[in-house]
């Protein structure tokens, strides 16, 4: 069967997720991962969006944090400020997506500027907006990305969103409570972080080798003793996705 890059990341970041997970999500990718586990292995997910929105289950693909189709079938509405501080600064979140231009060797993000000087950018982004909290809150931050070398610098030029910053006792020391990065889901495979915050790559998807990711990676990427195959895409999801989710096509 076939599918696209996009709906391979989609769907393994949907298995990630657990039933009765209470997860802070964004549009795009990960609106469609979390919709997906939700109608497949998690009919208890909880959708929290950054705009204020508890218990989501929009009727349609929302266009942004604010569209008005996050209210549809809500469990409560609320400010942004009571967000951030009732719910995931007290531990409540159990999950969120990241995403950003850099995920590097510790599972630091950047989504600031590209290049070594801030205030002379080869490419200026958009920012943190709520991750760099989201990143140090939430119990478990996973990232959804394309495999590309530039995209998995050994250092990010900027870190906008803390992974384990040099390892996982510079991030213990902080005393941020959350997690960290658990996974980054890529098109040829999981990268997952070790007992230093070093992401190995623990998985491979049908048909990647370990040696596209490793040339694919800004630094020596180990891989895990028992380097594991994800089941591929099947059926049932990929109609949902297709024909459910996103008919449209604009995310997958």
């Not at 549809?72 to 719910?87: K, P, Q, R």
């Not at 409540?92 to 205030?119: C, P, W």
């Not at 394309?146 to 996982?168: N, Y």
């Not at 495979?189 to 040339?215: C, M």
């Amino acid at each position: 069967m076939e599918y696209t890059a996009s709906e391979l990341l989609i769907i393994n970041a949907a298995r990630l997720l657990k039933d009765g997970d209470t997860v802070f999500v964004g549009v795009g990718s990960p609106n469609l991962a979390c919709n997906l586990a939700m109608r497949t292995h998690a009919p208890s997910l909880l959708m929290i969006y950054e705009a204020g929105v508890v218990g989501s289950r929009p009727s349609r693909l929302p266009l942004s944090i604010g569209d008005p189709t996050l209210v549809s079938g809500a469990a409560a509405v609320t400010s942004m400020y009571e967000i951030f501080s009732l719910y995931l600064q007290r531990g409540n979140v159990d999950v969120a997506f990241l995403g950003g231009a850099q995920i590097d060797r510790y599972g630091n993000i950047n989504a600031t500027v590209i290049g070594s000087d801030y205030q002379h950018p080869k490419v200026r982004m958009p920012g943190s907006g709520g991750s760099m909290e989201i990143a140090g809150w939430a119990n478990r931050c996973y990232v959804m990305t394309p495999h590309q070398k530039r995209r998995f610098p050994e250092k990010c030029d900027f870190i906008t969103s803390a992974g384990f910053l040099g390892g996982r006792q510079q991030r213990l020391a902080t005393g941020a409570r959350g997690g960290g990065t658990q996974c980054v889901v890529t098109d040829l495979g999981l990268l997952e972080p070790d007992e230093n915050g070093e992401l190995v790559l623990t998985a491979l998807h049908t048909g990647s080798t370990l040696e596209q990711a490793r040339e694919n990676t800004g630094w020596p990427l180990r891989s895990a003793p028992d380097l594991k195959h994800t089941d591929p895409p099947t059926e049932r999801e990929l109609r949902i996705l297709r024909e459910e989710l996103d008919p449209q096509g604009t995310y997958r």
